[in-house]
């Protein structure tokens, strides 16, 4: 004999089922947006373009401290993604992934400079690993007097340059971490590199920076 009997589900249950059906639902129009990209639809590239151009710019910016650079690696970045775009196989975010060639963009551009001696820097936007290390302090006063004006911008210029004097591989590491708020395993995919030498350049350059930052 088979006994039959009702199952109910709480509201705890009924939430997670949601969230669930939700992800599916994204997970599945995420891979229908990289199939039209890879099948070459130009108004999927306008979106991809549209939905990504003000973070890799941003993250371009930071790297390069020059809005002529950071706009011409974005183009390069988008350009590269075109055609790379069959080989995308989803084992990240296309977030991560752009991120991924914009930086490689970045230090093939940051190396052309270097072997003409110019000098590159990078602009430090925000809290340097938790430390109370920073380029603009939350003033009180929307605009801050001469004095308090003069002291944020010596403090700016002296973040900047200890910055630019890190190594590439520890300067990328951090922006990526501390101002772009990536987690260790998307910077591992960003950068193509396992989880304990990102970690490590993480570490040794927020070291390096509050040492050259401890009188400031």
């Known amino acids: 004999m088979f006994f039959s009997r009702s199952i109910t589900l709480d509201e705890d249950d009924l939430s997670n089922v949601a969230a669930a059906a939700r992800l599916t639902t994204a ?14 639809d130009a108004e999927a590239f306008d979106t991809l ?18 809005a002529e650079e950071a706009g011409d690696l974005t183009q390069e970045t988008f350009m590269s993604a075109l055609k790379a775009i069959r080989a995308f196989r989803g084992d990240s975010e296309l977030k991560t992934w752009l991120f991924r ?8 551009r940051f190396r052309w400079w270097k072997r003409r ?14 430390s109370d290390l920073q380029i603009q302090e939350t003033l009180a006063s929307q605009s801050p007097g001469p004095e308090e004006a003069a002291i944020r911008n010596e403090r700016e210029r002296s973040l900047r340059a200890a910055l630019s004097e890190l190594p590439e591989i520890f300067r990328t590491a951090v922006i990526l971490c501390d101002i772009e708020g990536l987690s260790y395993e998307e910077i591992s995919q960003t950068l193509e590199l396992n989880l304990g030498t990102v970690k490590s350049r993480i570490a040794r ?12």
């Open 101 to 108: 060639i914009a930086v490689n963009h970045s230090r093939n």
């Open 49 to 66: 373009v549209q939905r990504y151009s003000g973070d890799i710019y941003a993250l371009l910016f930071r790297l390069t401290d020059s």
């Open 117 to 130: 001696r110019r000098d590159a820097t990078v602009s430090l936007e925000s809290t340097i690993g938790g």
């Open 205 to 216: 350059g927020r070291s390096e920076l509050r040492k050259m930052l401890k009188d400031i």
């Open 27 to 40: 997970a599945s129009a995420d891979a229908d947006f990289i199939e039209k990209l890879r099948d070459g």
